[in-house]
């Protein structure tokens, strides 16, 4: 049992790193065309420019950032269900008389720690046997 969730762990962590890598390069991105585009000197050379284009781009560039901004905090939560996934294994390790516990038991204590589709997509690679047609009740906001 322990296997499966430390492997399902493993599979969290490296999702949530290439996540992390995508989000920075993108609010990155961004925030420096953001400062680069509206630099006074910049903003009053394209002031006569067209300003409906200007002030669409200006709002694109914005939310880019801010969905980083949200998308960091769903990383904070899918470390946090980690974490909640480490102290089952420490709580199942340490006990001296084992309950009787099989996949099915396991898969329903650990797809109830999780909340997004990532970590459900990670699920499904360590446990084969999970349905896809449990998350439909999944609302994400990006």
């Not at 709002?59 to 269900?81: A, C, P, V, W, Y």
């Not at 006990?95 to 589709?117: Q, R």
Request: glycine letters at 4%; a negative charge.
């Amino acid at each position: 049992m322990c296997e499966k969730l430390f492997t399902l762990c493993d599979l969290q962590l490296g999702a949530i790193v290439a996540d992390l890598d995508r989000s920075v390069e993108t609010v990155s991105n961004a925030a420096t065309k953001l400062i680069r585009n509206n630099s006074p000197a910049v903003a009053h050379a394209q002031l006569h420019d067209n300003a409906e284009a200007k002030a669409s781009e200006l709002l694109s560039d914005l939310k880019k950032i801010i969905m980083g901004l949200q998308f960091h905090d769903e990383l904070t939560q899918r470390i946090n269900h980690i974490q909640a996934l480490l102290k089952l294994i420490q709580n199942q390790s340490t006990l001296v008389e084992k309950p009787d516990c099989d996949s099915a038991k396991l898969l329903t204590m650990v797809s109830g720690i999780f909340s997004s589709g990532a970590e459900f997509k990670q699920l499904g690679k360590v446990f084969p046997e999970y349905n896809a047609a449990n998350d439909t009740d999944l609302v994400e906001l990006f």
